[in-house]
């Protein structure tokens, strides 16, 4: 039968090639997407999970049953890297530092499934073989285990069975007749619940003052706005256990930021974890531009050994670090630009100018919004002034309100109120008790003449048979001094009711007065040469008689 297992150490010991599994082209493949998926892997967790692997354990998933499994026994913690050579990729594996490890998660499954205990590996003086030969013992009664020695090259997490073996209760102490796990306050809470009211669970936390009681004394090194200041406020004065929640740019790592630096101010040691590296970046590169760097410590990742554990340990015991020369200066003028705030931020909340209780900030935004509705008239009511706004009460307020409802009503009924409105001109000031009976007055009679008015405009229009409707004033004055004048002189014997035709092209009645004027002249001037027409046709109708007398005459003589 094949076998994939190594040879025999015994015969292989001056070798340093093993066989693998696949052909140059295929292996070089294989070998870069394991080399991309292991930096992928540092890249979102911070932590190297590619493992050399050492020997394999293969047993069945159930007792009797024919699932087999194989699980890795040795895990080496190593680095790939690439190069070219000779127009190949030639990759080489290096050994991290980090611990060699067994695989805890099998020693775990072992236990409950089969009632097996694997043999512990000696992590100080590590002998593969060695470690072999007792799991080898240990497996060879049960039926279906079998142990491979083989080498593979593979990402291995074993991140759950680490947390598995620190909350495992039997390794935690007892401390004053307490469980120094179980009995923590924190993991409690965390089980059972917080003893206080509701308001100190789940929802949205309560904005404590920035400016005035304790949180006005945490240092800031980053801006924090109410909701971050009041976390930072529930931790360090009132020393609650927080889960902040929010989506990203929120200001989580900012908040972080700040709560670190305020506790390395009061001379705390901080551990700060997180899922993914990262989260750890930028908390990171926030302080280290604060100037807090040094203060910063990378306990798990992948750049972290013990040698460079050590080293920076060291560097930071050698650390003097110089405060700025001028930092009374800027503390007192951060301290005065924090008063200005903190007075305008009382004025704006103040509530004053209204008898409605609301403070200046409310006022404002209402103004706003009512203003953004009114769009262009807006122009127009800004030069409005009300004297008593801030004596106003709610009550009347509102009885203003219906009276400008109800003005608007009368205003959309007379359609409006401009130089062609009716009602132009009259513009009343405050009315007082009492106007209102002389302004009935005005009204009644004005809407008898009016009706005289309307009567006389209809016997206009009969007279000139047609219409007043776009007769100026201008026009009617001259077409009353056109009647005017022909009344004085007109015969009331003759047929008036021929008058209209004289406007018939000429709503003024210019042309017609022109006319009647030259026919007027005309009539004088027969009037001035009438009596001596008549006079010489009375003398030539005397001397016409005797030349017909004579005439007669002569004919009687001829006969």
């Known amino acids: 039968m094949f076998s ?4 025999d150490l015994e015969g292989t010991r001056d070798q340093s090639n093993v066989r693998a599994l696949l052909y140059l082209d295929d292996l070089a493949k294989h070998c870069r997407k394991i080399e991309r998926e292991a930096n992928l892997a540092i890249e979102e967790t911070g932590a190297n999970m590619l493992y050399l692997v050492l020997g394999f354990l293969e047993f069945p998933d159930q007792r009797d049953s024919d699932r087999i499994f194989t699980a890795p026994l040795i895990s080496i913690p190593v680095t790939m890297s690439k190069r070219e050579s000779g127009g190949n990729q030639v990759f080489s594996v290096q050994y991290t530092g980090d611990d060699i490890s067994e695989n805890l998660s099998l020693r775990e499954k072992l236990k409950p499934d089969h009632s097996l205990i694997l043999p512990e590996l000696d992590e100080n003086h590590i002998d593969v073989e060695s470690y072999f030969s007792a799991i080898q013992k240990v497996i060879k009664p049960y039926p279906g285990f079998a142990l491979r020695r083989r080498v593979s090259l593979c990402l291995l997490s074993f991140t759950n069975m680490l947390l598995v073996r620190d909350l495992d209760p039997s390794k935690w102490p007892q401390l004053d ?3 120094s796990l179980l009995d923590h306050p924190i993991v409690r809470e965390v089980f059972e619940g917080s003893a206080g009211t509701v308001e100190d669970g789940l929802g949205i936390a309560k904005e404590h003052p920035v400016e005035d009681g304790p949180g006005a004394q945490i240092p800031l090194v980053y801006d924090a706005d109410s909701s971050q200041h009041s976390a930072l406020v529930d931790v360090l004065v009132e020393r609650k256990n927080l889960v902040i929640e929010g989506p990203p740019g929120t ?8 709560l670190i630096a305020a506790c390395l101010a009061e001379g705390k040691k901080i551990l700060f974890v997180a899922e993914k590296l990262a989260a750890l970046e930028v908390v990171k590169n926030r302080l280290s531009l604060v100037g807090l760097g040094p203060f910063v410590l990378e306990l798990h990742s992948n750049k972290t050994n013990k040698k460079r554990v050590l ?15 001028d930092l009374p200066r800027k503390l007192q003028q951060l301290e005065a630009h924090r008063n200005d705030l903190k007075a305008y931020s009382d004025l704006i909340n103040s509530v004053a100018y209204n008898r409605f209780g609301l403070t200046l900030h409310q006022v404002m935004w209402r103004t706003e919004k009512h ?23 709610e009550f009347e307020l509102f009885r203003r309100m219906d009276c400008l409802h109800h003005l608007g009503a009368q205003y959309d009924e007379i359609g409006g109120c401009d130089t062609e409105s009716p009602f132009w001109g009259f513009f009343p000031e405050r009315i007082i008790p009492g106007d209102e009976v002389k302004l009935q007055t005005v009204f009644t009679s004005a809407a008898q003449w009016s009706q005289t008015f309307v009567a006389d405009a209809a016997a206009y229009n009969d007279l000139f048979n047609s219409t007043v409707a776009g007769l100026t004033y201008q026009n009617a004055c001259s077409q009353l001094e056109t009647l005017q004048s022909l009344l004085k002189t007109a015969d009331t014997t003759q047929p008036l009711h021929l008058f209209p035709r004289l406007f018939g092209t000429d709503t003024t009645g210019n042309y017609a007065k022109r006319i009647l004027e030259s026919l007027g002249h005309q009539l004088s001037r027969y009037h001035a040469v009438a009596p001596l027409a008549r006079a010489g046709l009375k003398n030539e109708a005397a001397a016409l008689e005797d030349r017909f007398s004579s005439l007669r005459a002569l004919s009687t003589y001829s006969h």
């Open 251 to 258: 200001g989580k790592s900012q908040t972080i930021t700040n």
């Open 4 to 7: 994939y297992d190594l040879l």
């Open 177 to 179: 007749n307490q469980h």
């Open 371 to 393: 203003r953004l509705k009114l769009s262009i008239a807006e122009a127009l009511l800004a030069q409005m002034s009300i004297g008593d706004a801030g004596e106003l009460s």
């Open 311 to 325: 080293e920076e340990l060291a560097r930071r015991i050698d650390d003097k670090p110089n405060a700025p020369a």
